[in-house]
Every structure is written in C-alpha cells, then in structure tokens.
C-alpha cells in the first residue's frame, strides 16, 4: 500500500506523459475519440421547480440524459449541475436539467473489465475555491483515487487498493467533518477485510490530500472500519450519521451505521448475529435478490437505495435513532439501478445500470432521471 500526495508523485512518473496528454486532449475537446453514441437529453428545454425543503415525486421522472455508457459515479457543483463517471469509457459527463449533456473530461489510464473502471466521484466543499474533482478508479495495477481540476492532468493521492473482476467497492464521498471517504471492497480475498494493512474491505477516512485523517481509530492508517465484503454507497443524516450499503454474498445485502473502530463482520457474519462475537450488526438487511444496493441519499428524513439486481429504489424512514422498515419503489420500472443522489434543488436524481452486461438494455439505457421534490 502507498499513499501519495502532491509532493510525492514518484509513482507517476512512468505514466507522466500519458497522464498529461489524455487530461489536456479531453478538455480541449477537439482530439478525443468521439464515442460510439453520444448522450442525449429527452427533457432539454423543460425541467420542473424542484423545492430543497420538498419531498422528491417519484411519480414525476424527468429524464436528463439517456444513452450514457454505464453511469457510476454522480456528484453535484454548485450551480446545481452534475458530473456523471461512465464506468467503461472513462469519460466524465456534465448533465443539467434541461440542457444537453457536455463531456468536460476523460480519465486516463481507466482499465475498465469486470465490475472495475472508473468508479465514484466527489465534489469537496472548497470546489468554488480550488476546483478540485476527485475520483475512485480502476488502473492496470490497482485500484486508487486521484484529484484534478476539469482543465488540468489528475494527481494520484491514494494506491494499492487491490483490484479484481469484481468486489472493488468504489464509492467516495466527502463527509461533514470536511474529510474524504471511500468505501471499498475485498478485491475477491476475504482475508483483507479483517486484515489492518489493507486498504480492502474497510471504510477509509482522509484528509483532502489522501493521508490518513487526524482521530482515526490507528494513527496514520486511513482505515476508519473494517470487516466490509464490498461497501457501495456512503450517505449522512442531519446529526451527522454515517450511514452505507454494501453487498451480501448469497443470502443478505446490508445497511450499516459506521462507527469509527468498528468491525462489520465480513468474512465471518453475512447479515446479523456477529454481536456475541464481537461484530456490529446491519440495521436492515434483505436478500440478495430484493436488493444488491448500490448508491444511497438521504433527503430530509429518508434514506434512498438504488437497488441493481432487486431492479427498484428502496426507501428506509429514518426515525428513533434507526431506520424504519423499508418500503420499494419504482419497482422494475426503470431495470437496474446504481446511483441516487440528491441535488442541490432538493431533486433526486437516479442512474440505471442495465448496459454494464448484467441487465436487459432498453430502450434509451442507460438514463439518468430527476425526480423533482415538491
């Protein structure tokens, strides 16, 4: 494992010139390859009020993009638009409601196979001040995350997150406290979730630079909780509550409230009953089936999971302290869904997920939505 941050980019030098290149050959528009369908906007033009303090209508879907390869990633600027990772191309796509989407980037040196690619992305608080966009990917070696400003080349902050066909976890968001997290995955070896060198199978914490954050659990490991087989989608509530996703292996999928310090279980518990051995239990599971819950949002006092093979949006109320029982939406009516994440607007904005060869692709797949709250 090595962290790396602006001072120390010797694990970029052989990749330098590749790096610089693709960065400046994608913002300045004119050398990219063109892609094999460019996205479109059916609702360009049109886009309904949406209130921060409304509830989303998820009975009144607006359809900001379609034809995007693969949507991951999803983070919002200021001004209410989004960037949107496609996980195969590398590219990144600025979408608005009502305006025809833009590509303002492309990744270099994305190895995009198996569930692997370019994965999350984040906006940090200071992106006015310092136009910083961050992103969770997968490269020939590893999977890591890198920083860069839309006109500029990436700089590496964290590698030796390990990588396989699947299990890469790749959610990153940046939490209340101002701080970087990334949710991650057992790269297929189910040892490292327990394992504290590793950077797989745990919540990682850091500062906007890539190192360890101060008050972590250990001193100068980024490790913040362990015991995840594959974290997908990081969201806090109001009081400030961490809360994530993550996949089951054969028979329970997972909402879990992180605590720093925390073991979740993974290899041994799948679900709950790990508390007499020392594990903390999920707040809600579902089987495999109902669910594999890819991105969560919580707007006002509902958390919001995008659900990839359950093919519907679970909403979980938030109340007592906990979660509530959880209630399915939008069941099959979109296919697979990855990400949700609220707007600025107070609108929600939804990803499907059915060109990433494991859904039925329809017509217009894949979309990304907005659902306006009222």
């Not at 949700?340 to 329809?362: C, I, K, M, Q």
Request: with cysteine; net charge neutral; hydrophobic share 35%.
């Amino acid at each position: 494992m090595r962290q790396v941050n602006a001072r120390d980019r010797g694990p970029c030098a052989a990749i330098a010139a590749l790096v610089v290149v693709g960065a400046v050959a994608a913002c300045a528009g004119d050398t990219t390859p063109a892609p094999t369908h460019l996205p479109s906007s059916a609702g360009v033009g049109t886009t309904a009020a949406s209130t921060p303090a409304g509830r989303p209508d998820l009975d009144a879907a607006e359809e900001v993009a379609g034809y995007v390869d693969v949507p991951w990633g999803l983070a919002f600027l200021p001004g209410g638009s989004a960037l949107v990772a496609e996980r195969n191309t590398g590219r990144i796509l600025r979408l608005a409601p009502g305006l025809a989407p833009e590509q303002v980037y492309q990744l270099p040196g994305v190895a995009a196979r198996g569930e692997g690619g370019l994965l999350g992305l984040a906006v940090p608080p200071d992106y006015a001040e310092k136009r910083y966009v961050y992103a969770y990917f997968t490269a020939d070696t590893d999977n890591r995350i890198v920083r860069f400003r839309l006109d500029g080349p990436p700089e590496v902050l964290v590698t030796g997150i390990a990588k396989a066909g699947n299990h890469d976890g790749g959610r990153i968001a940046f939490g209340p406290d101002g701080m970087l997290y990334a949710g991650t995955g057992d790269a297929g070896q189910r040892a490292r979730s327990q394992d504290p060198a590793s950077l797989n199978g745990k919540i990682l914490r850091m500062t906007p630079e890539g190192r360890a954050a101060p008050g972590n659990p250990t001193p100068g490991s980024p490790v913040y909780s362990r015991g995840h087989r594959n974290v997908q989608g990081l969201a806090w509530d109001r009081s400030g509550r961490l809360f994530t996703s993550e996949f089951g292996q054969d028979r329970f999928d997972e909402i879990n409230l992180i605590e720093p310090g925390r073991n979740y279980g993974w290899p041994a518990v799948e679900g709950a009953a790990g508390v007499d051995r020392g594990y903390t239990d999920p707040l809600v599971t579902w089987a495999t089936a109902e669910a594999s819950p890819s991105g969560i949002a919580i707007a006002g006092d509902t958390l919001y999971v995008a659900a990839l093979r359950g093919r519907r949006l679970w909403t979980v109320p938030l109340q007592d302290g906990g979660l509530g029982e959880p209630r399915a939406e939008l069941r099959d009516r979109y296919g697979r869904l990855r990400t949700v994440a609220v707007a600025p607007d107070g609108a929600l904005w939804l990803t499907t997920s059915n060109t990433d060869g494991r859904g039925e692709v329809g017509s217009g797949d894949d979309r990304v939505l907005r659902f306006p709250a009222r």
